[in-house]
């Protein structure tokens, strides 16, 4: 099968709930940060602001996507551990990676806040039981609800998904 660039690992496996799969995404959130370290490791300033691929996002973008994207979803997963089914709120991600502080901001910054961050919602993650994974919230835009198990899937395999992006398409000096 031909690999499409845009999903260099393929895309989300919604499988059913394990011990042993929790625990695996639970190691890939914990790792994310000094994953992200290593992919732009060396990559100069022309490459952070060349698109992996034509029409995608830069380095730079992915980057700070990856914090905007995990900012919503730890905010998420603590209204879902906190209230009853709560209605999250969508934003508009290609806007947000438009946004100034993203287009005139160092990455380093980004991945220091992922750093802290996934570092709290790591911590929050290790504490949960499998009753915990099964809360829900609902999602106005997809129209659906969602347990946080499957949440929990989404956001290991997003962060591999966007630093596998970046790890395979420069060539590094
Ligand atoms: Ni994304």
Same mark, same amino acid.
């Given at each position: 099968?031909?690999?499409?660039?845009?999903?260099?690992?393929? #895309?989300?496996?919604?499988?059913?709930?394990?011990?042993?799969? #929790? &625990?695996?995404? *639970?190691? +890939?959130?914990?790792? *994310?940060?000094?994953?992200?370290? @290593?992919?732009?490791? $060396? *990559?100069? +300033?022309?490459? &952070?602001?060349?698109?992996?691929? +034509?029409?995608?996002?830069?380095? $730079?973008?992915?980057?700070?996507?990856?914090?905007?994207?995990?900012?919503?979803?730890?905010?998420?997963?603590?209204?879902?551990?906190? +209230?009853?089914?709560?209605?999250? %709120?969508? @934003?508009?991600? %290609?806007?947000?990676?438009?946004?100034?502080?993203?287009?005139?901001?160092?990455?380093?910054?980004?991945?220091?806040?992922?750093?802290? &961050?996934?570092? #709290?919602?790591?911590?929050?993650?290790?504490?949960?039981? %499998?009753?915990?994974?099964?809360?829900?919230? @609902?999602?106005?835009?997809?129209?659906?609800?969602?347990?946080?198990?499957?949440? *929990?899937?989404?956001?290991?395999?997003?962060?591999?998904?966007?630093?596998?992006?970046?790890?395979? $398409?420069?060539?590094?000096?």
């Amino acid at each position: 099968m031909e690999q499409d660039i845009r999903y260099p690992i393929g #895309r989300v496996q919604l499988v059913e709930y394990s011990d042993e799969q #929790r &625990l695996r995404c *639970l190691q +890939e959130i914990q790792a *994310l940060p000094d994953l992200l370290d @290593y992919a732009v490791q $060396n *990559l100069d +300033e022309v490459q &952070l602001h060349t698109p992996y691929r +034509e029409g995608g996002w830069t380095p $730079n973008q992915i980057v700070h996507h990856l914090a905007d994207s995990h900012m919503n979803a730890f905010i998420r997963f603590k209204l879902a551990l906190t +209230e009853e089914q709560p209605t999250i %709120k969508p @934003y508009d991600e %290609k806007q947000w990676a438009n946004t100034i502080d993203v287009a005139d901001m160092p990455v380093n910054v980004s991945i220091t806040l992922l750093h802290a &961050l996934h570092r #709290r919602w790591h911590k929050l993650l290790t504490s949960l039981t %499998k009753e915990d994974l099964s809360r829900t919230l @609902y999602h106005p835009e997809q129209q659906r609800t969602m347990t946080l198990w499957t949440m *929990l899937l989404i956001y290991a395999w997003h962060g591999k998904h966007h630093a596998t992006q970046i790890i395979n $398409n420069y060539e590094k000096h």
